[in-house]
């Protein structure tokens, strides 16, 4: 089928801007190999970032309500050259990135001074934002895969940065073979949207070619992997464990609040815009990624000591909760239930702004946590909000958020995601009618224990005793750590209080994808938000914010003013333990016992081995805890040792004589021919 021509779009401002803001993160990247060693590095290589992103998310802001704008570069390609494009899709994920890598950068000005190798991460750190930005703005096949792949090898470099450390070398090498996959995934969707097309792998051309039902399915499960592997799907989640804690903790923050959102644009861009109008049946398999990812990510965070690698596999529960409200929207518009597939979508997309900025505030306040007590051990904290008033304030406000308590902003996301659920049972196929409250039943339970893994991670670190000398020595963090925290706190709230403004300015890029719209918020009286009609539902959450800030108040006066004013000493209850030593607080493992027990022993196979010595040994009793991800282990483990088996045989044929080798490539080229000749 001929593809029929597209008009060429123009250039514009903003698409210009974040041209240059690509450029030059790449010329930071060189100064950080040339100045990586001396003191000025740091300074210039975080503070450049810092100037480009905030001007680049500026612009990007500015850019959500303006038409698509094209360029094409004499780069790439032969005769084709580098298609770039910027639409309000592009701008609000642009937005996202460079509003986490302003903040990321504002934070590296201060944790950057504990790096002791500021050669490993100064270059590499703005290479990994480049390589980001160019992938939102590729608009052809080749260009968006080479930009993928120079994300994936910046990142990569962020993550084995320090390379001392046996744990990091692994789990660099398990994200590069992910990434590996997920680029080779991408490359077969582009392959097949690219074959009805003659005009080559341009998108617009891929747009115009509407490929077949059999080609856009396979597109679908191709998107799925290429993209759900790089964001962290289950069960393409194993890198995602791994490497965010190996990373520094500004490094952390960007992959896990930013990267995993280019991941979920690649999502959007291939199966919404270049696959063709969705089939009825699309939505079921990315509900059930969505729904399985949110429960599998919040229960193994539970289980979790290690406080990055909790915070990291709280992301793949929020994106399954974003792939919820991907597949709701998937699912509505090919039913023709556009309004639904809008405010699905913008569900989704606020989620997509709300994580990028709950979760890089948590790993900032791991890092500061970190840097404070030279540990990321939870049983090892503890008593931090006296030694670490503002980080303790900051993150307090970030796990209110993940937790999705109102008036913030977690709340308002995924509030709308349920909103959509809602919807439902107006969806005409019986295979949605009963996936989507299935899904919906998941979520209730992910969210549910969300709020338990938090108050676990908050009580652990902040509360209580400290538990050992690094906590007891624990001192607050510097002033450029603490103002990307309070800015990223501020963003938390602002979002929270004010959604309907955020709803309003997503609905360019949900008009592009669905045809349709929501509702104006903006105008909506008393700063409401009002999703489908008054009279199913409305939030405010100035009035919540309102409502719970006087109850507090008024709790406190009475309490202060009218309770008695002596003052009573005694002490506190001990649970028959007459020595109150930090040793007998709860500790992480004690905190997620009963549900470890309930959930863990037949999704992990969690066991608990329990070594008592026997009367008058001085041995200490011990409890040791196991368990271990089904995904690994019987998936990517027996995967792996099926390559190094077919490897080991495959290495014979290096030894094979002359003649061997010319009957190898003449029998190769037999069976082409044959293929060739039955293909036409």
């Known amino acids: 089928m001929t593809a029929a021509p597209v008009a060429p779009l123009a250039a514009s401002p903003q698409l210009l801007l974040a041209l240059c803001a690509v450029a030059l993160f790449l010329g930071l990247a060189v100064l950080g190999v040339v100045f990586a060693r001396r003191p000025s590095g740091r300074v210039i290589v975080y503070g450049g970032a810092l100037a480009v992103s905030g001007v680049a998310a ?43 890598a302003a903040a990321a950068a504002l934070y590296g000005l201060g944790y950057g001074r504990h790096d002791h190798a500021p050669e490993r991460v100064l270059p590499f750190f703005p290479a990994f934002l480049a390589g980001m930005n160019l992938v939102l703005l590729a608009d052809d096949a080749y260009s968006f895969l080479l930009a993928w792949e ?15 450390e046996a744990a990091n070398v692994r789990a660099g090498l398990v994200y590069i073979l992910m990434a590996s996959f997920g680029t080779l995934a991408l490359m077969l969707a582009f392959g097949l ?9 341009a998108f617009d051309a891929m747009r115009a070619a509407h ?9 679908l499960a191709l998107a799925l992997l290429g993209a759900g592997s790089k964001a962290g799907l289950v069960p393409l989640h194993v890198w995602l464990p791994l490497a965010h804690p190996a990373a520094p903790s500004h490094v952390s923050a960007l992959m896990s609040g930013v990267m995993t959102k280019v991941a979920v644009y690649g999502f959007i861009r ?33 289980l979790q000591n290690d406080t990055k690698r909790a915070l990291a596999y709280s992301t793949i529960e929020n994106i399954g909760f974003i792939f919820v409200g991907l597949g709701l929207a998937l699912a509505f518009r090919a039913n ?93 196929a019986w295979g949605l009618k009963l996936m989507v409250p299935a899904v919906g039943a998941l979520l209730a339970l992910a969210a549910a224990l969300a709020a338990a893994c938090f108050v676990r991670f908050y009580g652990i670190v902040f509360l209580g005793h400290p538990r050992g000398a690094a906590a007891e020595n624990a001192h607050e963090v510097d002033a450029f750590s603490r103002a990307a925290m309070i800015a990223l706190a501020a963003v938390c709230v602002a979002a929270g209080l004010l959604p309907g403004f955020v709803i309003d300015a997503l609905q360019p890029a949900v008009v592009a994808l669905t045809g349709a719209r929501m509702p104006a918020q903006g105008s909506v009286a008393w700063l409401s938000i009002i999703p489908v009609a008054e009279s199913r539902s409305s939030y405010n959450g100035l009035l919540v914010f309102a409502f719970t800030a006087l109850s507090a108040l008024l709790a406190a006066f009475a309490i202060h003013r009218l309770a008695s004013g002596a003052v009573r000493r005694a002490p506190p209850w001990d649970c028959g333990f007459p020595n ?31 070594e008592m010595p026997p009367p008058g040994a001085l041995t200490p009793a011990r409890l040791t805890l196991s368990g271990r991800d089904p ?18 045989r495959a290495n014979r044929l290096q030894y094979l004589t002359i003649r061997q080798y010319l009957a190898l490539v003449f029998g190769a080229l037999v069976l082409l021919l044959l293929v060739l000749a039955l293909w036409t």
């Not at 949207?193 to 792998?201: E, I, K, P, R």
């Not at 699309?282 to 429960?295: N, R, T």
């Not at 995904?631 to 080991?648: H, N, Q």
Request: hydrophobic share 60%.
């Open 580 to 610: 109150a030593d930090p040793v007998t607080q709860y500790s992480a493992g004690s905190f997620a016992q009963p549900i470890r027990r309930v959930f863990a022993r037949s999704l992990f196979s969690a066991r608990e081995t329990v």
């Open 150 to 164: 120079f994300m994936s090898l910046a990142s990569w470099a962020l993550v084995v940065a320090h390379d001392k």
């Open 211 to 219: 490929p077949g039902i059999a080609i856009g399915a396979v597109v």
């Open 270 to 302: 291939i199966v919404f815009d270049l696959a063709g109008a969705p089939q009825w049946w699309w939505g079921i398999p990315v509900l059930a990624a969505g729904g399985v990812a949110a429960v599998i990510g919040v229960l193994q965070a539970l």
């Open 58 to 100: 500026l612009s990007a802001l500015t850019a959500l309500a303006t038409p698509a704008a094209g360029l094409v570069l004499p780069l790439g390609i032969p005769w084709i050259g580098a298609h770039l494009r910027l639409d309000p899709l592009s701008a609000f994920f642009l937005l996202v990135i460079n509003g986490g």
């Open 193 to 201: 949207l690219a074959a009805g097309s003659d005009t080559g792998f």
């Open 631 to 648: 995904a690994w282990a019987f998936l990517f483990l027996p995967l792996t040792k099926a390559v190094g088996a077919v490897a080991d």
């Open 336 to 428: 023709g239930l556009d309004g639904a597939a809008a405010l699905a979508l913008t569900a989704a997309l606020f989620h997509v702004l709300n994580h990028a900025a709950m979760k890089s505030l948590l790993f900032f306040g791991a890092g500061a946590v970190l840097t404070a007590t030279g540990t990321r051990q939870m049983d090892l904290l503890g008593g931090l909000i006296h030694r670490m008033p503002v980080t303790s304030v900051v993150v307090l406000i970030g796990c209110a958020a993940i937790s999705a308590l109102p008036p913030l902003n977690g709340f308002a996301s995924e509030w709308l995601i349920f909103q959509s659920i809602l919807l439902s049972p107006e969806l005409p």
